[in-house]
């Protein structure tokens, strides 16, 4: 055996540790720069959905989506979606920055976007992509521009369609303009396509409260550009509270979503997954749940008889959330059913469907099994009509609430909820 003398000895070994410590600063540097070395805490989000018959079409044009935070930080990472996609997209450029009026941001908080430190990413059918993080402050509820150039021609399957915010989207083949201060020209668009989630590093304390609802969570019959849904008002509450002002809200409202089923017929990709089989991604995997609040039933009970479910079913169903929240570590909360008598679509309202309503509204109110309860039926019934809603509240369809009625529901959810120390 070949034998080394000391001072080799010493040099290999001080080579060695050379290498190792290098090695060890570099891995160190690279995590930090790709992944970030903070809290993060879902700051605004919202659920994916297929479409109604054929999918967008974009050729060589640049999205503009536009979306507000609950809580701020200062970093942010973006979480883009291809998830009901059939065929890959190419994401050839993205950038985030303060919106400042209609599509025009503020070009001093303009950021590129990277993903594993690459400006672009191709997105497989099926999933989702994080971006890198990039410092920007993001204040709490300020309004941030998503910009997303899609190079190549791409048929987008996966939206969230009740956008109630007008984003925008640039000309046909008039190519990359995430870096523009102003996206002209452009059109508007009512939906989100591909982005499902802004992501901030934020304090240790912070956490998110994710919304798991239907169409009355998702903001219908609220006003369009105003962020009148009621997790918007929900937030709004929070951010005036120094105590809970760490508390982001989540909307994972899908409209006509049930809790057992998924929808049926033409529009079944739009409705979404049944509320059990979205739970995990929709709730529990967004980055540092504390609790979620589980508002679904309706559109269970207000479906066809042929597909009808009964008040056992319902409440299983709901005992297999708080099951799987509990076993993650998440508070999850009830809310009671709004008042339906007279819904505007045809079929969806009756007394049957009254009955149940009112027998799973006992249930969440008094068997204890939900760690706590919102009584949104209280608070949006008409006193002299409690089978109704209030017209104080009511958007027109004695379904949906309208801006009144969204700030009666967040101003109904009691915050001692939150105190989840």
Known sequence: MLKL????????????????????????????????????VGSWATAPQGVIGAPSQYSNQTLRLIVRTSIGGNQVRVRLSNELGTQRIVIGAARIALRSVAESIDPATDRALTFGGVPSITIPAGAPVLSDPVALDAPPLSELAVS??????????????????????????????????????????????????????????????????????????????????????????LQARPSLDHLAVLNQGIIGNRLLRPGTGPVAQLLGAAGLARFDRDVVAQPAVGCAIVLLGINDIGAPASEAVSVDELIAGYRQLIERAHLRGIKIFGATLPPFEGATMPGFYSPEGEQKRQAINEWIRSAGEYDGMIDFDRALRDPDHPTRLSPVYDSGDHLHPNDAGTRAMAQAVPLRLFRLD
């Open 148 to 237: 997303i150039y899609l190079p190549h021609p791409t048929s987008v399957s996966t939206v969230h369609l009740l956008g109630l915010q007008t984003s925008y989207v640039s000309a046909p083949d008039s190519g990359d303009l995430t870096d523009a201060g102003t996206l002209l020209p452009s059109s508007p668009i009512g939906s989100w396509p591909l982005l499902t989630g802004v992501q901030v590093d934020a304090s240790r304390r912070a956490e998110a409260i994710v919304v798991l609802g239907d169409s009355i969570t998702d903001g219908a019959g609220s006003t369009i550009n105003a962020n009148r849904r009621w997790p918007d008002m929900l937030s709004e509450r």
């Open 5 to 40: 003398n000391t001072r080799w000895r010493r040099a290999l070994l001080t080579a060695a540790a050379l290498t190792v410590t290098t090695s060890s600063t570099l891995h160190q540097d690279v995590s930090a720069n790709a992944l970030g070395d903070g809290h993060w």
